[in-house]
Each structure stands twice: as C-alpha cells, then as structure tokens.
C-alpha cells in the first residue's frame, strides 16, 4: 500500500468529485423536468400519447446507459448532416453529451417512480376534494403532486445514487470527472488499488450524504408527523 | 458468521487455485486494438506484428505461449497482479514505465506523428521530417517553437497513458487542450469527427486506420522520437521476474540474427521498423 500516493492523490480526486456532482446535479435537475412530463403523458387516457411515453422509458430503461452515451456521443458524431448543423455546438462537447445521455436516463426511471406514485394515490382523497369544490387543477397541483412527490421520496434517493455512481460513465467520453481523474493518476503511477480506493471512498461519502438527506426529507414530510 | 468465514477462504483458496495454473506457458498481454501492432481480425482472433513476433520468440525460448487481451490503461498494473508474465502491446520504453516494471530490450520502433484531417489549418507545418528529443538541436528545439505556436487553444486527442499522452502533457509544447481515451479507435473517430483538432499516436496506426476507413486522415508536422517517446518498443516484465527478463533478451538477440523480427515488421508495417 502506498500510503503517501493516497494522500496526495486525495486533493486531486477531491477537485474532480466537484464535476461528478456538477454533472449529477444538472442531468438530475432536467430529469426531473422530464420526468414529471412524461409521468404525466404516462396517465393521459390518449392512447398515442401514452404510448409514445412508454415507448420512452422502455427504451432507456431497457439499454444500458453506457450504450447511450457511446450512441449519443460517438454515434451522432459520425452523422456528416448533423455536423453541419446548429446541434453540433452542443453535441461536439464531451460535456453537454453526457449531460443528455444522463438527463434522458434518469428522466424515464423519474417518469416511472412518479407515475406508480400518482397511481398510489387513494381516489378517496380526490374525491374528498372535488366534493369540497376545488376545481380539479387545483386539486392536482396542491394534493396530487405533494403526495406523489412524498410517496416518489425513496424509490427517487434511490435514483440519485444510482445517477451519481453511473456519472462515471462520463470518464468513457474524455470528461475529468471522478472515474476519470482517477484512471488518469492510475496512468502514471500504475497504481490502480489505491488510487481507486480513494475514488471509491469518496463516492461513498456522496453516497452517504445522499442518502441521510433523503432520509431526512422522508421524516420530514411523513404523514404521521 | 461462519458461512461468511467459508466463502471468504473459499474464494482465496481458488485465486490461489487460478493464480498457479499454468505455470510453465508464459502468458503475454497485448491490447489487440492498435493495428498494425496488436489487433483482432473479424473472428475475434488476435493478430498483428507483435502477435507473430510473440510466438516467434517463444519458439527460440523454448517454452508454450498463451497470448492474453487486456485494456491498455490497465495493462501495466495487470502484469504486476500477475495476470500474465510479459506485455507485447507496442509499449515504448520510457523512464516513467521502468519505475514499475522491466523492459527487455527493444525489439521495434515506433514513430509518433499528429494527425489532421484534409484540409485542417494544421496541414503542413514548417518543421524537419523528424526530430529527435533525447538531446533536441537546433533544428529540433525550433520545430517544437513552431507546434507550439501552432497548437496553442487547440484539442490534441490521444489515447491514455500513453507516451503520446506524456509529451503532451510535458508541456514542450506549451498548452495544449489535451482529450484522453481508452483506445486509439475512439481516438481516430473523434479526430474524423472534428471534434479533435489533431490527434498524436504511432503514425502507422493513423496510416492504417485513413487506409481501412478511407477518411482523409493526414499526418502533419514532424515524426518524434527519444525523450518522452523512450527508446523504441521492448517486452515489459515484471520487477523480480529477472530469469524472463534474460529469456526474451536472449530470444530477441537470435531472432534478429536470423531477420525474423525485419521480416514480420516488414510484413505488418510495410516497412523495416525493427530495432
């Protein structure tokens, strides 16, 4: 064990756990954007619109996000038409691919955890409320959405980690991140146990602070409070 | 709890069981995704300069090969864990890569160039047909002036850990944006892409790859060699493991003798880069 290589890989690796949780942080934030719409599509009695939103997340969730990035980025690369387009400003950086490869998979778990939450929910409760006469819109965005969104709580911090270990993905397509700072000290020290042991134990440490946020929140928020 | 005991010496005991089975075949590690060096064919079968050259010299030792595929970012950590005794993966001899592990002496050379595609702004440049960095002249130290001036902002793709990747970030060449990637195929898709400015690697794997994809991959500026480049392409083996060591040297010494390593070069690169 080189202990001395441990430590002073630490700060590095540190500095790069800032871009995984950047790119975790932004794919998270359009996720749930579309995930809330498709979730809604989901439970449209249009039978089209339904359709084509389970079209949608049988797809990513049925491919592994490996393969969508390598479609996303090295894929459409090879498009000559695409290149030629405005699409390319944002396609030609190894960033903003990673950023819709990790946006549209976390988008159809997302669209999954709420639409099974909106399900959940007790037609009792609408019915409680349309016989107080709150119109319906109302009754969607002040009682659906709440519970959903409470019910949705753990199955979505499971998401979350799931999201942020699968960030390392982005090593794959020339991005420092975590994975990738790590792979790049292995590449000149030779050292892969220690090094990634770090890595790892700052995934961990993310992981864990995830985690006891999420737990809060669910207390928080818990009926019985 | 003693279940847990069980499973955990039982896995041990066969790591042992897998980590002393064949001990008399010398396993030797190659990428086979750096043609004309180590590559598959469409069978999957690994092939390439170094694959014959392989058996070759394990037909002058004397003893069975096993040829192994193994990722070029983990292939020096994978001979040291003992995954396999030898690495032949067009792995230049360099200062950095002797820390960890022995080299035996070269058996070919290999000369590093940039790439562009047709036409890019790069094409061209004002510098001698090859310059030399062990000791950089005149001529030399005016060339890299001139790749400096001219990569400035730009995005120079290589493959990881490679020495391609070293000189770039040495900074002889001022700042460079440098892309890293797992294999040089990724590698040559970006710089066709344009997403890569240039690329740096050995110029016959940008040959090859402007040959078999027919994409107007054109090397620019001059060929490197010594310095960061090291000293040609030799057999890396682990530390303690000097009985090898002296094997391959032996091998190596008898197969160029008899011209076999100018023959299989010859065949593979289109030239002599033998050593």
Same mark, same amino acid.
């Given at each position: 064990m080189d202990l001395e290589l441990m430590i002073t890989s630490f700060p590095k690796l540190l500095n790069a756990a800032a871009i995984t949780l950047k790119l975790l942080s932004v794919s998270l934030i359009i996720g749930l954007l579309i995930g809330l719409l498709f979730a809604i599509l989901r439970l449209n009695e249009n039978i089209f619109i339904n359709k084509f939103a389970y079209g949608y997340s049988y797809i990513f969730r049925g491919t592994p996000l490996l393969v969508q990035i390598f479609i996303i980025y090295f894929g459409l690369g090879q498009i000559e038409y695409l290149r +030629? =387009?405005?699409?390319w400003v944002i396609l030609k950086e190894p960033y903003w691919c990673a950023i819709i490869a990790f946006a549209l998979n976390t988008g159809a778990y997302t669209s999954e955890i709420l639409r099974s939450a909106f399900q959940t929910i007790k037609p009792g409760i609408i019915e409680a409320g349309q016989s107080l006469g709150i119109s319906n819109k109302i009754i969607f965005y002040k009682i659906q959405i709440p519970i959903a969104i409470r019910q949705s709580l753990p199955a979505y911090g499971n998401e979350i980690i799931l999201m942020m270990k699968g960030t390392?993905?982005? +090593? =794959?397509?020339t991005i420092m991140d975590l994975t990738g700072v790590a792979k790049y000290i292995i590449s000149t020290t030779f050292k892969p146990i220690e090094v990634f042991i770090v890595a790892g134990g700052i995934y961990l440490f993310m992981t864990f602070i995830i985690h006891n946020v999420i737990k809060f929140l669910e207390k928080k928020y818990s009926f019985n409070s | 709890m003693n279940i847990f005991k069980k499973t955990i010496f039982s896995v041990l005991l066969s790591l042992l069981v897998i980590g002393s089975a064949n001990a008399d075949k010398i396993k030797i590690g190659t990428e086979?995704?750096?043609?004309?060096w180590n590559s598959k064919n469409e069978a999957g079968k690994l092939i390439g300069f170094e694959v014959e050259l392989a058996y070759t010299l394990c037909r002058y030792i004397g003893q069975q090969c096993t040829i192994v595929e193994q990722d070029w970012d983990g292939m020096i950590p994978a001979l040291i864990m003992r995954k396999f005794d030898a690495i032949m993966a067009g792995m230049s001899i360099t200062a950095e890569r002797q820390k960890a592990i022995n080299f035996s002496q070269g058996y070919a050379d290999e000369v590093a160039s940039l790439a562009v595609m047709?036409?890019?702004?790069?094409?061209?440049?004002?510098?001698?047909?090859g310059i030399n960095l062990?000791?950089?002249d005149g001529a030399a130290k005016k060339a890299l002036k001139t790749l400096t001036a001219a990569l400035a902002g730009k995005t120079v793709c290589v493959q990881t850990a490679t020495i391609h990747q070293n000189f770039l970030d040495s900074g002889d060449v001022g700042k460079v944006n440098v892309r890293t990637y797992k294999t040089q195929d990724e590698v040559n898709l970006d710089l066709a892409s344009g997403r890569c400015d240039a690329a740096l690697a050995a110029a016959v794997a940008f040959s090859d790859y402007a040959e078999k994809s027919g994409k107007p991959v054109v090397l620019t500026g001059p060929t490197f060699s010594g310095?960061?480049?090291?000293?040609g392409v030799g057999v890396g083996i682990r530390k303690d493991d000097t009985e090898l060591l002296n094997k391959f040297n032996k091998a190596i010494d008898k197969a160029r003798k008899n011209g076999d390593i100018s023959r299989i070069a010859t065949k593979w690169f289109g030239f002599d880069a033998s050593m």
């Open positions: +030629s =387009t405005f699409l390392s993905l982005a +090593s =794959t397509v | 086979g995704a750096y043609p004309p047709k036409g890019s702004s790069l094409e061209g440049l004002d510098t001698p047909a062990t000791k950089p310095g960061a480049f090291g000293n």
